[in-house]
T-cell receptor, first 113, second 108 residues
Framework: NAGVTQTPKFRILKIGQSMTLQCTQD?????MYWYRQDPGMGLKLIYY???????DKGEVPNGYNVSRSTTEDFPLRLELAAPSQTSVYFC????????????FGPGTRLTVT | LAKTTQPISMDSYEGQEVNITCSHN???????ITWYQQFPSQGPRFIIQ???TKVTNEVASLFIPADRKSSTLSLPRVSLSDTAVYYC?????????FGKGTRLSVIA
């Protein structure tokens, strides 16, 4: 199993551009999450999904959108990128939410200039 | 969501036992206590989870007193490769919240 994979690994965006961060898991997990981590800080939850077709906001959803059309994929869309969105983005999945172990991807390092 | 408080940083020499304590005064009856480890430039990795008393695995031990208002992650005989950020999370059915964690630096 590959676990959780994310693409791209690195990306530089200009202010106002848009992009999609891809996340795929092959563990048949229902729950998937997107986090961002700013330098020296903890992870903040952006969006999460409890299953295909169902998504919900986390702590910091503004400026982002998600969709969950399949169990495996959970893309994160950035519209009109801003410097404040410069961060490392982690995708994760779990069998269920809360106390169940989350498996994290390797992250996408995004710079907006 | 139960809020957690843990030290921002800790230093230790190689070979020592390290104990990181996390406070969670408003933990709910059904909440579990979970610890994650994060190395630089990597996503967090699950270490250990418990509900009460003591849990031990090949990586660490987790001590939880009877009132469950705190927990202590114990890393036996740390090595340089244990240098990482350690997160304490509390919850059960809601998405878990990662705080800033404890940055452990192991010194040779």
């Amino acid at each position: 199993n590959a676990g959780v994979t994310q693409t791209p690994k690195f990306r530089i965006l200009k202010i106002g551009q848009s992009m999609t961060l891809q996340c795929t898991q092959d563990m048949n997990h229902n729950y998937m999450y997107w986090y961002r981590q700013d330098p020296g800080m903890g992870l903040k939850l952006i969006y999460y999904s409890v299953g295909a077709g169902i998504t919900d906001k986390g702590e910091v959803p503004n400026g982002y959108n998600v969709s969950r059309s399949t169990t495996e994929d959970f893309p994160l869309r950035l519209e009109l990128a801003a410097p404040s969105q410069t961060s490392v983005y982690f995708c994760a999945s779990s069998y269920a939410q809360g106390s169940y172990e989350q498996y994290f991807g390797p992250g996408t390092r995004l710079t907006v200039t | 969501l139960a809020k957690t408080t843990q030290p921002i940083s800790m230093d230790s020499y190689e070979g020592q036992e390290v104990n990181i304590t996390c406070s969670h005064n408003n933990i709910a009856t059904n909440d579990y206590i979970t610890w994650y480890q994060q190395f630089p430039s990597q996503g967090p990795r699950f270490i250990i989870q418990g509900y009460k008393t003591k849990v031990t695995n090949e990586v660490a031990s987790l001590f939880i007193p009877a009132d469950r208002k705190s927990s202590t992650l114990s890393l036996p005989r740390v090595s340089l490769s244990d240098t990482a950020v350690y997160y304490c999370l509390v919850g059960r059915n809601t998405p878990l919240v990662f705080g800033k964690g404890t940055r452990l630096s192991v010194i040779a």
